[in-house]
Nanobody, 126 residues
Framework: QVQLVESGGGLVRAGGSLRLSCAAS????????VAWFRQVPGEDREFVAA???????FYADSVRARFTISRDNVENMVYLQMNFLKPEDTAQYYC????????????????????WGQGTQVTVSS
């Protein structure tokens, strides 16, 4: 089982940047895919980006070319670099580890992820 803690959220103006971090603990972290999801109150959780155990990235169309996901398996960290932020990016952001090891993906559904962090709030002002 992997435990996850997000950080790095905050308030930023449109066009600005933030980097979210996801710190993982537990065995065999490098064997799991890790994803970022986001959720606005009253709406379903939305896939943002994922990175497989083999370091293959996947993105939602809405963030492609603006966001970059990366991982550091030595430090057990996953990052989400968010550039050119828009007000519609405002949400609670969660990182999640895949249910299966060595999953080559892509996995866009929250049901494919078994371990979740508590979330970090990102607010983009216009």
């Amino acid at each position: 089982q992997v435990q996850l803690v997000e950080s790095g959220g905050g308030l930023v103006r449109a066009g600005g940047s933030l980097r979210l971090s996801c710190a993982a603990s537990g065995q065999a972290f490098s064997s799991y895919a890790v994803a970022w999801f986001r959720q606005v109150p009253g709406e379903d959780r939305e896939f943002v980006a994922a990175i497989t155990w083999s370091v293959r990235p996947f993105y939602a169309d809405s963030v492609r070319a603006r966001f970059t996901i990366s991982r550091d398996n030595v430090e057990n960290m996953v990052y989400l670099q968010m550039n050119f932020l828009k007000p519609e990016d405002t949400a609670q952001y969660y990182c999640a580890a895949s249910r299966e090891k060595y999953d080559g993906g892509p996995r866009y559904s929250e049901t494919d992820y078994a371990s979740w962090g508590q979330g970090t709030q990102v607010t983009v002002s216009s």
